[in-house]
């Protein structure tokens, strides 16, 4: 069965390669847990480490945190934003120690009934504090079931966040629900990252079905993406043997049925270079030996409702990656015969391209 594959992969990885360090990791105290979650609510994670052991230092347990003025934890919270999540902390912490004596709830639906407390922060307290079968669902790991698995469903949309968190209970590691959901989000933080996962190599890579079909900077899929007013498409030229790579748009969005070259959208600008360009493709690709012909500058299509900075690629490699393969390879004067958006038009009638592809 695929999913308990993808168990069974993942917690290997975790006891043999993963070795993200970070100072709550391992933790069974549920109020330093809690603690961790709630600044890591709104924050990166690099940001918030030193603001978790100057908390953990100050208010080293509930009592102390629930004792402490206002305007004293306020300025410990200051630079970390969104201070209703310092209100709910206070509150909670003052509500534990009275109603509870002190005592962190050790019940999921106990621990859900706390208020500024989420089924996320919720799962990740029941199971790192007291080893309960619940399954965290973050960003890491809607990205990583959702590549894996080739699960195209928006992950921002009402029927996307039932599905991943049915998926996500599934796979998980039952008897070892908190290893589980560290293995699994450290696994996204690490490897199958947002920008140049590590898939040459990654240990699912064989059963992964976004790097299997080429996917992988495709999924996973957000609503609000399609909604974004600037987004930025950078556009690669894979040339073998004087075939370029192109491929039909299909899904619901803009330019739909007409045809590009390979895509890679991201939410800010990248900076390419020659160095940039060679570290992506290895660690994205696989491949180790490109020739870089061409980076382009920035170029702009205004649409009516969004704009699109698109910057163009282009690279000459010696064998096609086995998931590339799916593509289709057209002669470089068959180019002419396909309908592109304007945007890559533009770029393929630049006089430096006319002199080069025809």
């Not at 924050?43 to 945190?65: C, D, E, S, W």
């Not at 106990?110 to 619940?134: C, E, H, R, W």
């Not at 020739?291 to 500058?297: E, M, N, T």
């Amino acid at each position: 069965m695929i999913e308990k594959k993808f168990t069974d992969i993942l917690m290997k990885w975790h006891k043999q390669q993963n070795t993200r360090e970070m100072p709550w990791k391992g933790e069974k105290d549920p109020y330093k847990i809690w603690l961790s979650e709630v600044i890591l609510q709104q924050t990166r994670v690099a940001q918030g480490m030193q603001y978790y052991n100057n908390f953990i230092k100050r208010y080293p347990t509930i009592r102390h945190l629930a004792k402490a003025q206002d305007q004293e934890v306020f300025k410990l919270w200051e630079g970390l934003g969104y201070y209703n999540r310092c209100r709910n902390l206070l509150f909670t912490a003052r509500e534990i120690v009275t109603s509870r004596k002190g005592i962190f709830p050790d019940q999921y639906e106990d621990i859900l009934a706390l208020k500024g407390v989420g089924p996320y922060t919720a799962s990740a307290i029941a199971s790192f504090a007291y080893n309960l079968p619940y399954a965290v669902v973050d960003g890491n790991v809607f990205r990583v079931l959702s590549r894996f698995f080739g699960i195209d469903e928006a992950i921002d949309s009402t029927k996307g966040k039932e599905l991943f968190t049915e998926l996500a209970g599934k796979v998980l590691y039952k008897t070892q629900a908190g290893i589980f959901n560290q293995a699994i989000m450290d696994f996204g933080a690490t490897v199958c990252k947002p920008f140049a996962p590590t898939c040459s190599s990654c240990v699912m890579q064989r059963f992964c079905t976004a790097f299997n079909e080429g996917k992988v900077n495709q999924l996973p899929v957000k609503e609000k993406t399609l909604k974004r007013k600037h987004r930025w498409f950078y556009y690669f030229l894979f040339e073998f043997e004087g075939k370029l790579l192109v491929h039909q748009r299909e899904a619901k969005d803009v330019w739909r049925d007409l045809f590009e070259f390979y895509l890679l959208e991201t939410e800010e600008q990248i900076k390419w270079n020659e160095s940039s360009v060679q570290a992506w493709l290895h660690e994205q690709i696989g491949i180790s030996k490109a020739r870089i012909k061409q980076i382009s500058p920035v170029m702009v299509q205004q649409l009516t409702h969004q704009q699109i900075k698109g910057q163009f690629i282009w690279v000459e490699i010696k064998s096609i990656p086995s998931f590339l393969k799916k593509y289709d390879w057209q002669p470089i004067r068959s180019l002419r015969k396909l309908a592109f958006p304007k945007l890559i038009t533009a770029y393929l009638e630049t006089p430096i391209l006319q002199e080069t592809l025809f």
